[in-house]
């Protein structure tokens, strides 16, 4: 009887212990910038693009890359200002050519980076302007209000080959029961050399991000996601530097 009164004393201990630990980590969730676990090996990318036609080329070339695969690869454009962003969905044509409508203006400058899931197989720099650009700033306001919804950036200092957390808080919802879903990041250094894409599915209302960026510089993250079957976006500039003035 003792044995059993005793099993059964250690069985609820557990119980408590699983419930306190599953209530700390409600609403929090954590994403790593690491690579897919099995990334796809990609001998060769050549660009073809053009300010003369919409129809812009592609050549990847992988030995490991299967067909469903194949449709997962995207696109992310932005010019020199990383005012905004586009990302489209190439298609394919055989030969490891992908094509994709976009019009490039000229004398535009543009980073253009090709993905797949959160892989970046290659980014290339269009029309590079060699004269000065305009400054980038970081967002000094890191906590953004919104119609539906209000989210809020927090961060230690950030180093340049450092594990870097960034944690993003979403408060004040429209609604009571808000349902967030789909999380995509997008983060492009200043000089284009630079493209990562962090996902989730959480619908946690805290997200830890972790990040390792090479470069001392500007970089800008555009962030979007779906609250309530309505896709929301923000963006903020963030200052890596490994030098304390």
Known sequence: MMKFRYTVSLCIGILIILLIGNRFLTNQSTVSNGNQVNPIKFQKVEWNLSTKTNTQKVDIHSKSISVPQRDEIKVFITSESLKSYKVIEPIYNGKNRFTFNYHFKKKTPYFVSIFINNQTIDTKIFQKNKEQKQALFP???????????????????????????????????????????????????EDGSFFKILNSSSNKTKLKYELTLQQEEMYKIFYEFNLNNKKESFSYIIDVKDKVN
């Open 139 to 189: 967002t000094s306001i890191l906590t953004k209000k919104f119609d539906d919804f209000q989210v809020s950036l927090l961060f230690d200092s950030l180093l340049t080959k450092n594990k870097n957390t960034l944690n993003f808080e979403f408060t004040n919802f429209k609604g009571h029961h808000p349902k967030m879903s789909n999380h995509q990041i997008y983060i492009v250094s």
